[in-house]
């Protein structure tokens, strides 16, 4: 029996024992089950940040009046891009469309800029002039790290780098570099932030998360989500920020083992304190949609989970913006399909997110409604939520996205203040787990062999959700305005007469000063990722062997370890002479050499500033996370007395 059925039915059984009077034991006996089960009076109750406004409900309502059946149903479904071509749109009253990880304009990767912009202007033109009340079309984009679909865009560490920074304010303005280079590309609606607060680094989606610790979460939600949609009463929904997505409603990052889309089984209040935690300041932060889970609540799929969406997020916590189901969610409600699902929107979810069987989707929806599967005030309530959103972004009056600030603008895109910035986030991402005898920072007219598969590869310093889903298929070429670690070292070094060279494998003839190693995880995301071991060796031994080869040489080893995830590495740091925990830096691999070199004249360029956002583990057990290596917050600084590794057992 599913957990809101369970609900219902206890509920159900007080209601009776009550009108009974005598029913105390089933009464006693349902009380109790529902405060097992659930407590709404767990969850913070919040006053929307957005008082009544009858100016905005007075136009929606003029135009619902307008609407058909077929209009409201349209509006509650957004199809991906390969399967809903100009004719389809003209056709269907479809009210909004998405590139998914792997989809773009024309089908192919690497699609250019101005065909991202003509297609949009396109369905601008063709939702402008088809049947019916013009209803702005959204164009929503997973542009979780910069526009990440977009050649020359720049690419921002993922959000386990950014959580390393302990700097919100430097995160809302990566939101209004991203969401300035998404206009760019003439979308209107990106599917961040990700609020998963990762509990087990087993999850092919921990780098998505900010921190495992729900109060860093707290307080970098609000900040990412006033990035990307502006401030209310200041700047909100201007015609230079974008719709955000807080996701995936809830406790996407606490399923059993890691499992992606796994079942979350845990009581109330810890999906309250802890996978919930970025929800409240989301919301009073303004953000206009929500993304439910794939992932379950114990044992109910959170796309069905009418207790947690209906009552609690739109009830109690007070969203009044629209909440949008994830890629095919729907589908794995118990009796849906991708064509239907009428237990999803009763259950709340506003539009349904789905691919190839959009148009049965749409026909069987509007008989479910026809024949009362769906009420037609449940339609009703999601097309105003909708629209409510549409209207706060000003998107009824907005001309085509090219003629939006900077739309199609190429110099806009990877411009040298956004890679600034991202540089900067960089920089004090990189958290210093070893420093033996103060080897870092290195003197900038070194000879220093930079060796590994991730000194040159700035796809690989990019991780996933890069210009295709799993990232990590393109090298440096698709990147024409980032630099890969080696390039960054390469410059701040042979600037001030030093030499670098570089071997992937660690080969050299001439004995150098240092060795920089570059190694970590191929690119991956979601499901991809999941692993059952948190030994970075048993995932790839190769990187161990070559440490073991030049550490044979004695030569001073400085390991950069690109990961979108803390991993056991101990035998790897061990045979370094100092280890970094660089996350998935994106373009601006140079930040990292603006922090491992000193300044030509020997002083120290930038010190660290990173601090654990998750525990570093001291097993391959993921379950073995209560004891960590290195704790939160923990990160050296160069600022600091000579650094003994009291935390790593000596070579064995
Ligand atoms: C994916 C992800 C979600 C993303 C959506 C659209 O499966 O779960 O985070 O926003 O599909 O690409």
Same mark, same amino acid.
């Given at each position: !029996?599913?957990?809101?059925?369970?609900?219902?039915?206890?509920?159900?059984?007080?209601?009776?024992? #009550?009108?009974?009077?005598?029913?105390?034991?089933?009464?006693?006996?349902?009380? $109790?089950?529902?405060?097992?089960?659930?407590?709404?009076?767990?969850?913070?109750?919040?006053?929307?940040?957005?008082?009544?406004?009858?100016? $905005?409900?007075?136009?929606?309502?003029?135009?619902?009046?307008?609407?058909?059946? @077929?209009?409201?149903?349209?509006?509650?479904?957004?199809?991906?891009?390969?399967?809903? /071509?100009?004719?389809?749109?003209?056709?269907?009253?479809?009210?909004?469309?998405?590139?998914?990880?792997?989809?773009?304009?024309?089908?192919?990767?690497?699609?250019?800029?101005?065909?991202?912009?003509?297609?949009?202007?396109?369905?601008?033109?063709?939702?402008?002039?088809?049947?019916?009340?013009?209803?702005?079309?959204?164009?929503?984009?997973?542009?979780?790290?910069?526009?990440?679909?977009?050649?020359?865009?720049?690419?921002?560490?993922?959000?386990?780098?950014?959580?390393?920074?302990?700097?919100?304010? #430097?995160?809302?303005?990566?939101?209004?570099?991203?969401?300035?280079?998404?206009? %760019?590309?003439?979308?209107?609606?990106?599917?961040?932030?990700?609020?998963? %607060?990762?509990?087990?680094?087993?999850?092919?989606?921990?780098?998505?998360?900010?921190?495992?610790?729900?109060?860093?979460?707290?307080?970098?939600?609000?900040?990412?989500?006033?990035?990307?949609?502006?401030?209310?009463?200041?700047?909100?929904?201007?015609?230079?920020?974008?719709?955000?997505?807080? @996701?995936?409603?809830?406790?996407?990052?606490?399923?059993?083992?890691?499992?992606?889309?796994?079942?979350?089984?845990?009581?109330?209040?810890?999906?309250?304190?802890?996978?919930?935690?970025?929800?409240?300041?989301?919301?009073?932060?303004?953000?206009?949609?929500?993304?439910? =889970?794939?992932?379950?609540?114990?044992?109910?799929?959170?796309?069905?989970?009418?207790?947690?969406?209906?009552?609690?997020?739109?009830?109690?916590?007070?969203?009044?913006?629209?909440? %949008?189901?994830?890629?095919?969610?729907?589908?794995?409600?118990?009796?849906?399909?991708?064509?239907?699902?009428?237990?999803?929107?009763?259950?709340?979810?506003?539009?349904?997110?789905?691919?190839?069987?959009?148009?049965?989707?749409?026909?069987?929806?509007?008989?479910?409604?026809?024949?009362?599967?769906?009420?037609?005030?449940?339609?009703?309530?999601?097309?105003?939520?909708?629209?409510?959103?549409?209207?706060?972004?000003?998107?009824?009056?907005?001309?085509?996205? =090219?003629?939006?600030?900077?739309?199609?603008?190429?110099?806009?895109?990877?411009?040298?203040?956004?890679?600034?910035?991202?540089?900067?986030?960089?920089?004090?991402?990189?958290?210093?787990? @070893? /420093?033996?005898?103060?080897?870092?920072?290195?003197?900038?007219?070194?000879?220093?062999? %930079?060796?590994?598969?991730?000194?040159?590869?700035?796809?690989?310093?990019?991780?996933?959700?890069?210009?295709?889903?799993?990232?990590?298929?393109?090298?440096?070429?698709?990147?024409?305005?980032?630099?890969?670690?080696?390039?960054?070292?390469?410059?701040?070094?042979?600037?001030?007469?030093?030499?670098?060279?570089?071997?992937?494998?660690?080969?050299? $003839?001439?004995?150098?000063?240092?060795?920089?190693?570059?190694?970590?995880? $191929?690119?991956?995301?979601?499901?991809?990722?999941?692993?059952?071991?948190?030994?970075?060796?048993?995932?790839?031994?190769?990187?161990?062997?070559?440490?073991?080869?030049?550490? =044979?040489?004695?030569?001073?080893?400085?390991?950069?370890?690109?990961?979108?995830?803390?991993?056991?590495?101990?035998?790897? !740091?061990?045979?370094?002479?100092?280890?970094?925990?660089?996350?998935?830096?994106?373009?601006?691999?140079?930040?990292?050499?603006?922090?491992?070199?000193?300044?030509?004249?020997?002083?120290?360029?930038?010190?660290?500033?990173?601090?654990?956002?998750?525990?570093?583990?001291?097993?391959?057990?993921?379950?073995?996370?209560?004891?960590?290596?290195?704790?939160?917050?923990?990160? #050296?600084?160069?600022?600091?007395?000579?650094?003994?590794? @009291?935390?790593?057992?000596?070579?064995?």
């Amino acid at each position: !029996m599913r957990n809101n059925q369970k609900y219902n039915f206890f509920g159900f059984a007080i209601l009776l024992g #009550l009108i009974a009077g005598s029913g105390s034991s089933v009464c006693l006996a349902a009380q $109790t089950e529902t405060e097992d089960l659930t407590n709404i009076d767990n969850w913070p109750q919040i006053e929307s940040p957005f008082p009544h406004d009858s100016q $905005t409900e007075d136009y929606i309502t003029k135009i619902i009046n307008t609407m058909s059946l @077929k209009e409201k149903v349209g509006q509650m479904i957004i199809v991906e891009l390969p399967f809903i /071509n100009a004719e389809d749109l003209a056709k269907f009253p479809i009210g909004a469309v998405l590139n998914g990880g792997d989809s773009s304009p024309g089908g192919y990767k690497n699609t250019p800029l101005a065909e991202w912009v003509s297609l949009a202007d396109k369905f601008h033109d063709i939702v402008k002039t088809r049947d019916g009340a013009y209803i702005p079309l959204l164009w929503g984009t997973d542009a979780v790290h910069g526009q990440n679909k977009i050649i020359g865009a720049t690419i921002f560490p993922h959000n386990i780098g950014l959580g390393a920074t302990h700097n919100p304010p #430097l995160i809302r303005k990566i939101g209004v570099a991203t969401a300035q280079e998404v206009i %760019v590309s003439g979308q209107n609606w990106v599917f961040a932030p990700t609020l998963a %607060v990762a509990q087990n680094y087993s999850w092919g989606r921990t780098y998505e998360s900010y921190s495992s610790d729900p109060a860093i979460v707290e307080k970098i939600a609000p900040e990412i989500v006033k990035g990307l949609q502006g401030e209310i009463g200041v700047d909100f929904l201007s015609d230079r920020h974008v719709i955000a997505t807080a @996701k995936h409603f809830v406790g996407d990052g606490g399923t059993t083992d890691g499992r992606d889309q796994g079942n979350t089984s845990i009581n109330e209040e810890t999906l309250v304190k802890t996978h919930a935690a970025g929800y409240e300041p989301a919301i009073q932060a303004g953000v206009q949609t929500i993304m439910a =889970s794939y992932s379950s609540w114990n044992g109910v799929k959170m796309h069905e989970n009418h207790y947690l969406i209906a009552d609690v997020l739109k009830g109690r916590m007070g969203f009044d913006g629209f909440v %949008v189901g994830d890629w095919n969610g729907h589908a794995q409600v118990p009796g849906c399909s991708k064509s239907s699902c009428p237990q999803a929107i009763n259950a709340g979810v506003d539009m349904l997110m789905v691919t190839e069987p959009w148009k049965e989707l749409y026909f069987n929806t509007i008989k479910q409604v026809e024949n009362g599967e769906i009420h037609l005030e449940r339609v009703d309530d999601a097309v105003r939520r909708i629209l409510r959103v549409k209207y706060r972004a000003g998107l009824f009056n907005q001309p085509h996205p =090219s003629l939006r600030p900077g739309g199609g603008d190429p110099s806009i895109l990877g411009n040298m203040a956004n890679r600034s910035l991202a540089r900067q986030a960089v920089r004090q991402s990189l958290v210093l787990l @070893k /420093n033996q005898d103060d080897v870092l920072p290195i003197p900038a007219n070194s000879r220093v062999l %930079v060796v590994g598969k991730g000194a040159n590869d700035i796809g690989m310093q990019s991780g996933g959700w890069t210009l295709t889903w799993q990232g990590g298929i393109d090298r440096n070429e698709s990147f024409p305005k980032g630099e890969s670690i080696l390039q960054g070292l390469q410059r701040a070094i042979e600037a001030s007469g030093g030499k670098v060279s570089f071997s992937e494998n660690g080969d050299f $003839t001439e004995r150098p000063d240092y060795v920089v190693m570059v190694f970590g995880e $191929t690119p991956y995301a979601e499901m991809k990722g999941d692993i059952n071991t948190l030994s970075f060796s048993q995932l790839n031994g190769q990187p161990l062997e070559l440490l073991k080869k030049l550490k =044979s040489a004695s030569l001073p080893i400085i390991s950069v370890f690109l990961s979108g995830r803390p991993l056991w590495v101990t035998p790897e !740091m061990i045979h370094s002479d100092a280890f970094v925990a660089a996350w998935l830096p994106g373009t601006e691999g140079a930040g990292v050499a603006d922090v491992l070199v000193r300044k030509p004249n020997g002083e120290i360029n930038f010190d660290f500033e990173g601090r654990l956002s998750f525990p570093w583990p001291d097993s391959p057990e993921a379950s073995e996370l209560s004891k960590p290596l290195f704790p939160l917050d923990y990160g #050296l600084r160069y600022q600091h007395e000579p650094t003994a590794d @009291k935390r790593l057992p000596k070579e064995n």
